[in-house]
DNA sequence: GCGTTGAGTGTTATGATATTACATATGGAG
DNA sequence: CTCCATATGTAATATCATAACACTCAACGC
């Protein structure tokens, strides 16, 4: 299973991991890894959860790179349209990409206690989805998969019990 | 398959059906199906599409049934609460159940060029999503399925040689 | 070299979506 | 009748996102 995001892990490993594999996925494909690209990457990397862009053009600011909203917007459609980050859509926000460069349909695990946000992987064209949609004649390019409900940890906390 | 959306089919019939289920399921369980809530599921159900909160406030202001944003908000609060509509997160919108009243997760299929939203039935317990949940003790409430690409009448206009 | 071009960035302004807070009404329970 | 819960009216504001335009700079053809 290579869901990521509510067990202990090791952090500066994945983060150093992924800047790698996106830096080369840009060089492969002549993609230029600007500095504010980087940054935002490397924010969303190190603190490992969904942050809204506003936040992350905070510490933009505080880092001199940048302080409207469309130098984070630009960096982050950079991202996302290239895999790197994905957008939860149900939060506004964004999260990096646990396996960047790999081409993949990310389903989320969004814990409504903590925020906490877990990757896994989707296969929107099997399912009752795809049956549908093939069904119908409507051809899938894309999809978002969300589910929202309670992480083990704050499972736990909500009953005491265990 | 009781997917809608791409199809033709009676309007008015369709409207009417979910107007009296939702007013069957308010009875029962003591919901107060008042004025402006009514008529902000008559105006999705009329229009049979996605709408913005604010497009629905519009006619509701020329009805003069509110003209303040929280007015269309906790109508439409109530509705999404109550199964009765969906709000797709991907388009920041609202559209009206196809089967209120029962109980059921959502899929959403919706055309990139024109906008059209089918709806169909997810499983999301099943399926990789519930087994990576499964394997991380992650407990599903709810979840957001939506799938963006072609209907079939854009797929027929982008490939005029059909 | 030098102009042209295109991608990226800086900045202002504004648009689009959503909520907080508080005042007012209304209808049923005790 | 009074109290309470639920719903609504309204003003103000928070949050999320984009349009439009000026500027920089590197790559390229000549």
Redesign the pocket.
Known sequence: MDTIGFEAHDHKGCMRAALAAVEAHCTRHK??F????RRVLEILLSEHRAM????ILDTLRDEG???????????L??LVSNGFVH?IER???FIACTHPGQDHTPAFLICRQCDAVAEAHAEPSKGMLGRAAADTGFTIEQAVVEAMGLCPQCRESVHPCA
């Open positions: 993609l230029q600007t500095p504010v690209r809204g862009a506003y936040e790179l940048g302080s409207q909203p469309p130098v984070a917007y630009r960096a459609d950079f957008k939060l506004n926000a």
